[in-house]
């Protein structure tokens, strides 16, 4: 049965904005912390570009990011203000303020200004709307994006300066890194699977490239992905358009989706029920694995040696499970 025109509709502006998100990365770089010349605080060059000058760590950050709110509460530094992009996490943040936001208007202004903000660490998806916010709030507005492991370490170390929590953040990376040593360490003889991950909408698909996070956990975990390689679209360069037919030849052993939104059932279902989808191998052996969406894409940040022991799990599913944070500070002297 056809779907309803109105499910139709949503569907495709979800696309939409899928691809708007991507298209605001298309020019990003990475965030750079140095001292200040005259050696009195430090300066942060954003992904922008845009070079902010601190005297001294800041007290109130307003966090407009998953991955900012996510980090500072991770290194007991909450901020004064969120965005609120559900599930939120941990679940303390829920008492903080939230800032509403907006894709064709940006963050609240005037909630921005209510927050009292000494900074606002903004997603780079807003940059077209920083320099205002940046103006009318009379605060300095930090653009970050998080697209692979090293970013994580290198924006956890910003955020770790910025509030003068270096060592909780050099903490927080030290378990990321635990997570990833194990790997390092295990044997070399397991077979690396072939595996795809799969991102979108009911009308719009798109494979995980090696520049995607996805594909940067991927490689990390020895799999080979098999749209790596895959022409890029044109303007969203960690992602390849995907359809089940390009699927089939691919022909992946083991398939990863992280349906945008995460919590539309239909849009799995869609592509499961595909009438072409059983093809594929990994139907036929019972590794298509959905994914928990936010920690692979809208919540990509602490919670990332999750992430690594759940791909790992699904990859190798007779292999040991790589050490948890747990187990690494046991471990540690």
Sequence with gaps: MPRPIHDRLASRLTAAVLLATF????????????????????????????????????????????????????????????????????????????????HGTGPDVEQLVAANADVILLHDVFHAFADDVQAATRTPVVLHRVDSIDDIRQHAAMIGTLVGREAAAADMVADIDATLG???????????????SLFGTNDAWFAHRRNAFMGDLLDRLGAVNVAAAREAHAKYRSLTPVDVEQLIQLDPEVVFIVPYGGADESVVENLINHPAFGALSAVRNGRVHVLDGPIYFSHVGP??????????????????????????DAARP
């Design 23 to 102: 298209a605001a990365f298309a020019h990003a770089k990475p965030v750079d912390v140095q001292p200040a010349a005259d050696g009195q605080g430090f300066t942060i060059t954003d992904t922008r570009g845009r070079v902010h000058a601190f005297d001294a760590p800041v007290e109130r950050v307003a966090a407009c990011s998953t991955f900012a709110l996510e980090t500072l509460m991770a290194i007991d530094a909450p901020p004064v203000a969120r965005f609120h992009v559900p599930p939120v996490y941990p679940a303390e943040a829920e008492a903080i303020p939230v800032v509403a936001r907006s």
């Design 182 to 196: 194990w790997i390092d360490r295990a044997p070399a003889t397991v077979h690396a699977p072939r595996a795809v």
């Design 303 to 328: 919670r990332v040696g999750e992430a690594v022991r759940t791909l790992h799990a699904h990859l190798y599913p007779d292999a040991d499970a790589p050490a948890s944070a747990s187990a690494a």
